[in-house]
């Protein structure tokens, strides 16, 4: 096919065509210029790079009943939260499934890579990497160790099967705890994450000694501290619908001033669905009802563009020739392209690429 409309990437947003075939783009240039002369599909609509969902609990998709009311602590605080009580009574057959439904859900959004951070220590990252073959998705999983203090055989032997460990918070998780995981990430070439200033706010030397590569939430950060993250060059992961739920507004108007590298995720899958369109639409609607809206260029790099740069593989977020993820291609007006990416995607506008059959999820 030939998509007439336009681009919108890590290079910004600008008029021209895209000429996709099996998948991979073929051809780039400015409207009205391609080689084909008419001689392939035509469509009008926007081509974007694949999004990426960066903060998961997809392991919450066991859940199917809505959650009891409570603070967000009785709900998912470790070791005795409803979350973790609901996990410690599901079978791996059940939550094989829901990981599984939770993965079509993504892949049907265009969603080609997720960074979920995984409770249930060696077993549950191998049981959501299972859950993932065949999907089509990158998973980048941050496990968790169980045992407190590290158990330094059970963190080796976490990070022979994980991406890299992904902790609750600084204000849950100790000095020496946070320590010994970052330099055991470090010494192996793996990530490390943490939670901080979710229910409420923590000065950033709590949270950025030892220094991690993902921040999530900061939705009680103030704007100086959202000034020392950026200093810091650390990436945020913030997930607005989620944080609602509990009466949180992170101030994505402060991250966009400060120049921080945002990311968005959809957080905990048993409060909603792992949809980055809903994230996206949410995101923008609310920063406008709190008076402090944020541009859609800016959201629209949180999907598209940041997660990319911060996996190391800035090239799936540039529309061009030899891009090594498919793009998508959204079937929406071309003026203003951002804000109809951030406001106005739905599943039921995304235009296939791939032949059929590529990218299908199993039960």
């Not at 602590?73 to 829901?98: C, I, W």
């Not at 060059?233 to 400060?258: H, I, K």
Request: aromatic share 4%; charged share 25%.
């Amino acid at each position: 096919m030939l998509v007439e409309g336009a681009i919108l990437d890590a290079d910004g947003a600008r008029p021209g065509y895209v000429r996709i075939r099996h998948g991979r783009v073929r051809e780039v240039g400015q409207r009205g210029t391609d080689s084909l002369r008419g001689r392939e599909r035509r469509i009008r609509g926007i081509v974007v790079p694949s999004p990426v969902n960066s903060h998961t609990h997809l392991g919450d998709a066991v859940s199917v009943r809505e959650p009891p009311p409570g603070p967000v602590a009785r709900l998912v605080r470790p070791p005795h939260g409803y979350k973790f009580r609901l996990l410690a009574t599901a079978t791996p057959e059940e939550k094989r499934r829901a990981l599984r439904g939770a993965f079509a859900r993504m892949a049907h959004d265009g969603v080609r890579a997720v960074v979920d951070f995984r409770e249930e220590g060696v077993d549950g990252v191998n049981l959501l990497r299972n859950a993932a073959r065949g999907t089509g998705l990158r998973t980048v999983i941050l496990g968790r160790p169980l045992r407190r203090p590290i158990d330094r055989a059970e963190l080796a032997s976490l990070l022979r099967v994980a991406d890299g460990v992904g902790l609750s918070s600084a204000l849950e998780e100790s000095l020496e705890t946070r320590n010994a995981v970052a330099r055991a990430c470090r010494a192996r070439g793996k990530y490390y994450g943490l939670h901080a200033s979710e229910a409420r706010r923590e000065a950033p030397d709590t949270y950025l000694a030892p220094r991690p590569d993902l921040l999530i939430h900061l939705a009680k950060a103030t704007s100086d501290d959202l000034a020392v993250v950026a200093d810091a060059g650390v990436s945020v992961a913030v997930c607005p619908r989620s944080n609602a739920l509990f009466g949180r507004q992170p101030d994505l108007a402060a991250m966009e001033r400060a120049g921080i590298s945002m990311l968005l995720g959809t957080d905990n899958a048993m409060f909603h669905a792992p949809s980055i369109w809903r994230e996206l639409e949410f995101a923008y609607v609310a920063t406008r009802l709190r008076g402090r809206p944020v541009s859609a260029a800016f959201l629209a790099r949180a999907a598209l563009v940041e997660p990319w740069r911060w996996l190391g593989e800035l090239d799936a977020a540039r529309v061009a020739p030899g891009m090594p993820v498919p793009p998508l291609v959204l079937r929406l007006p071309p003026d203003d392209p951002a804000y109809q990416v951030v406001t106005r995607t739905t599943e039921h506008l995304i235009v296939p690429v791939e032949p059929r059959g590529r990218a299908t999820i199993g039960p």
